[in-house]
């Protein structure tokens, strides 16, 4: 008998990023508040609740841990230093509006500060680059670009360095 074995996915609520644009919380906060005080109530049982938000030329990724009582905002961007004030206010807000009982304090803590880390990597030989540039050029061309459509190639093994 074959044991079935279960995948454990993490329980996450996603949020529409439109509606926590910097338009639509600059625009109508109080709308932007109900709609994630209701995200709260609705994602109760979610360990996270994430979303992508753009406060102005580049995304981060917003994280809330209700049961941490956390808000990890990540900006990939460090070089330029972004005021994220009325994004707090927003979370907070709708999260002292909506309590959800069980998860966490009233306070929520704002991370967006994180450790410098550095990944390291292994050079790759030149040619092993080529051969992936030519295997993904091939796939594509013959997966998925329709071989009838006007960007088809019936030679995708050209060379062109």
């Not at 013959?142 to 060379?159: A, M, S, W, Y």
């Amino acid at each position: 008998m074959r044991e079935e074995t279960k995948s454990k996915a993490m329980p996450v609520g996603f949020l529409d990023p439109e509606l926590m644009s910097l338009s639509n919380i600059t625009s109508d906060k109080s709308y932007v508040v109900d709609y994630l005080g209701r995200a709260n109530n609705h994602y109760a049982k979610k360990e996270i609740i994430m979303f992508p938000h753009n406060p102005g030329g580049h995304w981060i990724l917003v994280v809330i841990i209700p049961k941490w009582s956390k808000v990890l905002c990540f900006d990939f961007l460090r070089s330029k230093a972004c005021d994220h004030t009325l994004l707090k206010e927003v979370i907070d807000e709708a999260f002292n509006s909506f309590p959800v009982k069980g998860k966490g304090s009233k306070s929520l803590t704002h991370v967006s500060k994180f450790p410098d880390f550095e990944v390291m990597t292994n050079p790759i030989d030149q040619d092993v680059i080529v051969k992936i540039r030519e295997r993904i050029a091939s796939f594509i061309m013959t997966q998925v670009i329709n071989p009838k459509g006007e960007f088809h190639c019936d030679n995708p093994g050209l060379n062109y360095n």
